[in-house]
């Protein structure tokens, strides 16, 4: 029987630390760039100010680094307290990618930061703007590895179900890693961290001009993080698009909770708003009271009114001419693959290969079905991701990124224009607007990992079935110490970089 309570907590104290880990991800990953293009172009004029406005963009990232590197190395560790059966299972696979990441990227990240805090001065200028750049790739190859291993979970591929070992073993390694997936998922990711933090470097700009501070240091700052984020967002809206067709084609029930859309039809509609009901018989919530557009989904996705996408319903009990195969279905399968499993092992035992390979046949035949024999086809609600959190977590997400270009075209016009010192209404917006950008950015990855539910790995690992056997008091004990240990944290680096913000210009350059 499963403790219903020790799977909650353990997901929740993983979900703690993914959030407070997420909230310095993408400035770290974008900064360091923003670093080393304000160190080349001070090589390139021998401005000494644009080495002043590195040096203060250098104190900010090593602060907001130093907070990451301890949430990264938790949020790691967790993978064997939290879900040692898990890191068993397909450590092989999983673990391969994350041990590169510490191996290439972290060491090769950390070196060249120790170059860029503690020896200008000690090194030549070049020297020290090639260690700048070292440390962005670093940062973003980091980011490589580690999304490369998420978008696994969200679609193994490549590996191969071992009837012997009962572990899932590699099968080809340079196609888990250039899983085209996985890069549209970095690029996705990485231009949307650069976006976010476009943001948060156009704050603390505007800051210093309602402050009639720094005006010069500000209004470069601006330029450079307006002008990259025109790049970044570009990007993010292509990878968009690509990342939704992926998730259309191997993540469908995540797609259809995200619409809260339960039956096909050949004009996919998109709902603005709805509320919901509570949940029915099957445990699964129904919308009420919405608001659509006609036909948008459709056109926004696929271009193609006929493209088959299976909804709710349709995954669940649809048994058609349709490819589909319900869960309904592949519940019952399941029975065939654990017999098949059960008899490939006992003719193991019995010596007798001829018995084994039919067996294994068998088993190879439905093992795509073996995970669905967790679920109870009386209760398919358990196979659908919580529908009103995915809905309005990428509502509200959809907004704020919709709102941001705008806004942030606002600023760049101004700046080039000159007129930003006098605009105190798109000074105040932007300082009012990072804490709903902060927002956004962490249901990003509400969406991606809420909508992967009920599963660990998508289709092959139920989330109840791969814990560590803690007790639900142990988990309630380091949820909440962690919860606190981060919040100090998360203040005292806010409070660490609102200093170095009001201390500026005082920054003394190293000699």
Excluded: C
């Amino acid at each position: 029987m499963v403790d219903v309570a020790l799977v909650d907590w353990s997901r929740a104290l993983f979900a703690l630390t993914a959030l407070y880990h997420w909230l310095f991800v993408p400035f770290t990953l974008w900064v360091t760039f923003i670093i080393a293009i304000m160190e080349t172009i001070y090589i390139r004029t021998w401005n000494s100010e644009w080495k002043k406005i590195a040096q203060f963009w250098i104190r900010v990232f090593a602060i907001n680094f130093a907070i990451w590197v301890a949430t990264w190395i938790i949020l790691e560790f967790e993978f064997w307290t939290n879900w040692s059966n898990y890191s068993w299972f397909v450590g092989d696979i999983f673990w391969a990618p994350l041990a590169i990441e510490g191996i290439m990227a972290f060491f090769m990240e950390t070196t060249f930061l120790a170059i860029l805090l503690f020896w200008w001065g000690r090194v030549s200028d070049k020297v020290h703007m090639f260690a700048a750049w070292m440390t962005a790739i670093g940062s973003n190859l980091s980011a490589v590895w580690i999304l490369i291993a998420n978008w696994w979970m969200q679609n193994p591929v490549w590996m191969v179900f071992n009837p012997e070992s009962m572990r899932n073993e590699m099968w080809n390694f340079w196609e888990v890693i250039f899983n085209p997936a996985g890069m549209d998922k970095f690029l996705h990711t990485i231009s949307s961290s650069y976006t976010f933090a476009s943001v948060l470097v156009v704050w603390i700009s505007a800051w210093y001009l309602l402050k009639k501070r720094e005006r010069s240091f500000a209004k470069k700052s601006i330029i450079v993080a307006s002008t990259f984020w025109l790049i970044a967002s570009t990007l993010n809206i292509v990878t968009w698009d690509i990342s939704w067709q992926y998730v259309a084609q191997k993540q469908t029930m995540k797609l259809a909770s995200i619409e809260a859309l339960y039956d096909w039809q050949e004009w996919a509609p998109f709902t603005v708003f709805a509320t919901f009901a509570d949940k029915n018989n099957d445990g699964i919530y129904e919308k009420y009271n919405y608001i659509e557009i006609p036909k948008a989904l459709s056109l926004l996705l696929w271009w193609n009114t006929k493209f088959f996408v299976p909804w709710v319903n349709d995954l669940l009990y649809w048994n058609s001419e349709y490819w589909i195969v319900s869960y309904i279905d592949r519940i019952r399968n399941w029975k065939i693959a654990i017999q098949a499993l059960a008899d490939f092992r006992e003719a193991k035992k019995a010596w007798d290969e001829t018995a084994a390979e039919v067996y294994l046949t068998t088993f190879r035949q439905y093992e795509k079905d073996f995970w669905y024999g967790y679920f109870d086809e009386t209760n398919l609600g358990e196979l659908v991701p919580h529908i009103p959190i995915l809905f309005y977590s990428f509502r509200y997400m959809l907004l704020i990124w919709f709102t941001l270009p705008l806004f942030l075209l606002l600023i760049l016009i101004s700046t080039y224009r000159n007129k930003i010192d006098k605009n105190t209404f798109l000074q105040k917006t932007a300082i009012l607007f990072i804490p709903l950008v902060y927002l956004a950015t962490e249901l990003w990855w509400v969406v991606a990992e809420v909508g992967r539910q009920p599963w660990v790995i998508q289709n092959l690992m139920p989330t109840k079935m791969w814990m560590t056997s803690n007790t639900v008091w142990d988990l309630q004990f380091v949820f909440f110490m962690f919860a606190i240990i981060f919040t100090i944290l998360l203040i005292a680096a806010l409070k660490i970089v609102i200093a170095e913000i009001i201390r500026w210009p005082k920054i003394e350059e190293s000699k």
